[in-house]
């Protein structure tokens, strides 16, 4: 059983770094694309960034490139991200995720976890 747990939410003003855990279980990483996705406050969930097992690369949305890195720890079957020059806009709950990558999907979709708040606010 796949289980996704999210940690590292916070309260930041703007410019300041917040680093998120995905602690998974149940993850087959040789064949599952974990990653996170965000949902703004009236905004549609979006795809943040995304490892696939397939080419071995991490991708990541526009808005967060060169800002945003992720990063993961198989001896800890962790996931991380790392948000640096952190803005308004990217404020909302960030969600882990595992599951097959398909056409049309950002990343993974089959799992989710509860997710972590990041509210960016001066």
């Known amino acids: 059983q796949v289980q996704l747990v999210e940690s590292g939410g916070g309260s930041v003003p703007p410019g300041e770094t917040l680093r998120l855990t995905c602690a998974a279980s149940?993850?087959?990483?040789?064949?599952?694309?974990i990653g996170w996705y965000r949902q703004g406050p009236g905004k549609k969930r979006e795809g943040v960034a995304c490892f696939s097992m397939t080419d071995g690369y991490v991708y990541y949305a526009n808005s967060v490139k060169g800002r945003f890195s992720m990063s993961r720890d198989a001896a800890k079957n962790s996931v991380y991200l790392e948000m640096n020059n952190l803005k308004r806009e990217d404020t909302g709950v960030y969600y882990c995720?595992?599951?097959?990558?398909?056409?049309?999907?950002?990343?993974?979709?089959?799992?989710w976890g509860k997710g972590t708040l990041v509210t960016v606010s001066s």
């Open positions: 995720s595992s599951g097959m990558l398909r056409r049309n999907t950002f990343c993974g979709e089959d799992y």
């Open positions: 149940g993850v087959i990483f040789d064949f599952h694309a």
